[in-house]
């Protein structure tokens, strides 16, 4: 009886061991993981800050473009985004700070070459606030800088306003005269002569960029002159032009935006530098923790840069079109490298 007592012992202790391993899962089997928690970074919103050129939303030309593009992202890509337009470039500075204080932005655009300094001195000020600047080049180990090769533009409707003039004159005006907006000059002047060495470029300054009138005063002096297309890289200026050419009968290009349809008989086409796309890459380099500082320069290679013929009722010929095409192809293989300055397109082959 005694050896049965301690035998049903044994197995009542074995049967209790059994049943505390069901309960809390045998020893051989690792316990089932808790769900990971979803990553920061993942479940929350990017929130990006714009500051405006100060020519304004409503300019038709980059600030309304690069609205356009912010829309189409926080659409798009689920982003949160606030912006301001300052009326004075002497309130960049203030602005940026201001963003860069407040702590929750994951990215500040800088639209125009305007914000450069006031970005050269607010940068380094908050090293873990990732910072973008379209059209102009600013170093620094939180800033990444969007340019274009904008001569390529130039280039093209040079082309175009040369193979369509019956004068041997075409008109070019800037914003200012400075590097930047010259790339355009020596871009018209190159392709001008690349289809015809005897065709002279008109070169004059709105000394603004949102000079409509001033614009409009000096196509129509230009014009007076022979110019039977006139180009531009005069920003919200450019509106004054393309109303000069509507009311007048001579040929444009707009920059920064499709006006086409705004004079669809005189605008034959619109140059456009895609500030949306370099906004919505730099996002979504920053959601996927891939943002990187430093220089990045779009051109037709690239698809950053093109001529938009939508909109437009003007008929360009077939061969003039297909001397276009040509061009384009070569300057995407390199074998045409459009020149940069005024001096150098005055001088420049492309053999």
């Known amino acids: 009886m005694k050896a049965g007592k301690k035998m049903q012992k044994i197995l009542g202790l074995v049967l209790a061991l059994a049943m505390l391993c069901a309960l809390n899962g045998c020893a051989s089997t690792p316990a089932a993981e808790e769900p990971a928690a979803e990553d920061a970074s993942t479940a929350s919103t990017a929130k990006i800050a714009v500051v405006f050129a100060s020519s304004g939303l409503g300019d038709k030309s980059f600030n309304d473009a690069l609205y356009a593009g912010m829309e189409a992202a926080q659409a798009d890509m689920g982003i949160e985004w606030v912006y301001s337009e300052p009326q004075d470039d002497a309130e960049y500075e203030g602005l940026l700070s201001g963003y860069a204080d407040a702590g929750d932005c994951d990215l500040i655009i ?10 050269e001195n607010v ?15 600013v170093e620094g180990d939180n800033i990444r800088s969007y340019t274009w090769r904008d001569e390529e533009l130039g280039f093209l409707a040079g082309l175009l306003g040369a193979s369509l003039s019956e004068t041997n004159t075409l ?21 001008a002569h690349y289809v015809n060495p005897d065709c002279e470029v008109l070169v004059d300054y709105a000394n ?8 409009y005063e000096i196509a129509t002096s230009m014009h007076e002159q022979g110019a039977s297309l006139i180009y531009h890289t005069a920003s919200a200026g450019g509106l004054g032009i393309l ?4 009311e007048q009968g001579f040929l444009t290009i707009f920059f920064d935006g499709n006006l086409n ?4 008989e005189t605008n034959i086409a619109s140059a456009i530098r895609d500030f949306p796309a370099c906004a919505q890459e730099a996002i979504q380099d920053v959601i996927d923790g891939n943002f990187t500082a430093g220089s990045i320069v779009k051109g037709l290679a690239e698809d950053g840069l093109y001529l938009d013929f939508e909109g437009s009722t003007y008929e360009i010929p ?16 390199g074998s045409i490298v459009v020149p940069t300055t005024i001096e150098e397109a005055q001088t420049w082959s492309a053999e």
């Open 110 to 119: 800088c639209l125009g070459g305007s914000q450069s300094s006031s970005l």
């Open 123 to 137: 940068a380094p000020n908050y090293p873990d606030q990732k910072f973008v600047i379209l059209d102009a080049v």
């Open 171 to 191: 008109g070019f005006i800037g914003a200012h005269d400075i590097p930047l907006c010259n790339l355009g000059a020596a871009g018209m002047i190159a392709g």
């Open 208 to 215: 603004g960029w949102a000079e409509v009138n001033g614009c």
């Open 243 to 246: 109303n000069a050419g509507s």
């Open 261 to 264: 349809a705004d004079a669809p």
């Open 318 to 333: 077939e061969d003039v079109m297909a001397t276009y095409e040509e061009a384009v192809a070569a300057i995407k293989a």
